[in-house]
């Protein structure tokens, strides 16, 4: 049997209205289409963005992936994930085969070689592949910034711009400062900060001059450029309407969170000094964190607004922003599919829980012997006479503490034993999503750091079914994590017995 990597590799892998994997082949190799557009990046953060996007336009795209057997599910009907990389002349005279814009949004900072010769690299292959093929234009996400002085990462993400233009292609190119947006890179690392220093050190960056704006609209401009007339190169740099320093924007976050913060300012702390000890702090920012710091004494403000003319586009301010990428994170997160994660994470999970962006997470499964509708007869009687099937005596207890310092504790009960509804309450929880025979989605209202879920899904095993169960936090500074790893010794305990006796529920009720 061919497998699907080798179906990638000869031509290129999409799925009909059914999802089922099907080949789609020409003559010639792949398909061209008049306005087919090529994304690559489409597995980061602004490229999964923009995908989303050109998808609900119902613009028709392939996207250039190195590993697309672990992406081509995630795409709609009419996206086409192709096998290549930007360093691969021949993939990527393939892939851009009737293409008419191509999108360059990938960097090599996670690179253990030196990333600058690399992008130099990787951008002088596109432009040449991109020239090659008759690609109309393209179209490329750079970093703001002027004058000499410029951080080793803003340099090389200017460099590429440069690159791509004298490629011969007509390119358009973004300059964008902070992008405001849960994942994003810069938002993450301003985040772990004020989410997890009550009291902060703060280094002469703090008061460099930026220009944030919102990942909502950087995607604007990107798709608005597909349908400009761009006959010639052009640079827009692109911000948000206000103008801010970090320290100010990290102080609006903290607003918004409900977290108070001081913060000390220290001179001598430099860029260099702070990433590394910002690297100790959150070690997902060790390895390329540092060269995004240095960048930070750099000031990142729009100089020329020919952006503001070309584009009928009004960024928002850095208020909104915020506000928007916390709403759009919880959006999001509602409608995460837990198993997927984990399944993918191809590991076991770590003493705490897992970590998905800033959410604690802690989930385990068993397999049921009864299909998913039956089993979720057991699921949806959780609480009230019921009880939570292991340890009532623990739940007892946490409801006593959480009515001592004025919460709800667990004397509410339940609307109805046997079902639910969204809105319900029960005991100390309330039901915040529902699905019959798939998914319940409990979020706590006792007094806690954070916000919490508890959340059961099911999916059809077989004759069975399997069931997951997933507590997840969402800490509120530094006192919110202190809380969740006091309290996981205890999950440990608690959650394997509830899980087992709603299995053995489930056994009755079947």
Known sequence: MISVLEKLKNGHLTKDTEGTEVM??????????????LLTGATGYVGGR???????????????????????????????????????????????????????????????????????????????AALRAGVKKVIYLGGLGQGNGLSAHLR???????????????????????????????????????????????PRWVITPTQPISIEDVIDYLTQAIDSDAKES????????????????????????????V??????????????????????????GRELVEGLRNETVVQDESALKVFPIRPRG??????????????????????????????????????????????????????PEVAFRAVERLGGATGWYFADWIWTLRGLMDLAVGGVGMRR???????????????????????????????????LPGRAWLQFELERDGS???LRQTAIFDPLGLMGRLYWYFSYPFHLFIFPGMLRGIVAAARKTG
């Open 464 to 466: 069975g079914s399997t």
């Open 156 to 202: 090389s993400r200017q460099e590429v711009g440069r690159i791509l233009r004298e490629s011969g292609t007509p390119t358009i190119e973004f300059r964008a400062s902070i992008i405001i947006g849960s994942g994003s890179f810069s938002f993450e690392l301003i985040r772990a900060l004020v989410d997890q220093l009550p009291i902060m050190i703060t």
């Open 318 to 371: 850095v208020r909104e922003s915020l506000q928007r990428a916390l709403v759009n994170e919880d959006r999001d997160f509602a409608e995460t599919r837990w198993s997927d994660a984990f399944s993918s994470s191809g590991s076991k999970q770590r003493s705490g829980g897992l970590q998905f962006g800033r959410r604690l997470v802690d989930s385990r499964a068993a397999h049921m012997p009864c299909p």
């Open 24 to 37: 789609s082949l020409s003559q010639g190799g792949l398909q061209s289409s008049n306005d087919l557009i």
């Open 234 to 261: 052009r640079i827009f740099e692109i911000g948000g309407a206000d103008r801010v320093s970090y320290g100010q924007l990290m102080k609006e976050y903290a607003r918004q969170r409900g977290l108070k913060r």
């Open 263 to 288: 913060m000390i300012p220290v001179p001598v702390l430099s860029p260099r000094l702070s990433s590394l000890w910002l690297g100790l702090l959150t070690p997902v920012f060790a390895r390329i």
């Open 50 to 128: 923009l995908l989303r996007a050109l998808e609900q336009e119902g613009r028709k795209v392939r996207c250039l992936a190195r590993h697309p057997e672990a992406f081509f599910r995630r795409v709609s009907p009419n996206t086409t994930v192709v096998a290549g990389d930007v360093l691969d002349t021949k993939s990527l005279c393939a892939a851009m085969d009737g293409v008419h814009t191509a999108f360059y949004l990938v960097h090599s900072m996670s690179s253990k070689e030196g990333f600058e010769e690399e992008d130099r690299r990787a951008a002088a292959s596109f432009g040449a």
């Open 413 to 447: 009960g339940r609307r109805d034993p046997d079902h639910v509804l969204p809105g319900d309450t029960i005991d100390c929880w309330r039901v915040e999503g529902v699905e019959p025979g798939r998914l319940l989605r409990l979020t706590a209202e006792m007094r």
